[in-house]
Nanobody, 124 residues
Framework: QVDLVQSGGGSVQTGGSLRLSCTASGRAFSIYAVGWFRQAPGKEREFVDGISADGTRGYYTDSGKGRFTVSRDNAKNTVYLQMSSLKPEDTAVYYC?????????????????WGQGTQVTVSS
């Protein structure tokens, strides 16, 4: 079992950058794949990016391709989502999810552990 605590986020203008962090407590975080999701008001939670448990493989969606980079430091039990060239349509609450599998899933219902969520607001 892991507990996830998120940090980062905030408000930026179009074209700005933000870095989100997702830090786990508990042991053996290196066996957990992590997915980043976001949920805008009135919309379903959608997969943004993910990273394998060992950190060697990242999974990107069209929405974040070329703009978002996911990485992890297992020594620090932390996964990062670096977001650049932000757009107003990126505005949402962002969540990290973890599951004890090698590869992340784009299906949010398969994750048992979640961060508390962090608001990202991009203004035009």
């Amino acid at each position: 079992q892991v507990d996830l605590v998120q940090s980062g986020g905030g408000s930026v203008q179009t074209g700005g950058s933000l870095r989100l962090s997702c830090t786990a407590s508990g042991r053996a975080f290196s066996i957990y794949a992590v997915g980043w999701f976001r949920q805008a008001p009135g919309k379903e939670r959608e997969f943004v990016d993910g990273i394998s448990a060992d950190g060697t493989r990242g999974y990107y969606t069209d929405s974040g391709k070329g703009r978002f980079t996911v990485s992890r430091d297992n020594a620090k039990n932390t996964v990062y989502l670096q977001m650049s060239s932000l757009k107003p349509e990126d505005t949402a609450v962002y969540y990290c999810g973890a599951e004890a599998v090698p590869l992340p899933s784009s299906n949010w219902s398969l994750y048992n552990y979640w961060g508390q969520g962090t608001q990202v607001t991009v203004s035009s």
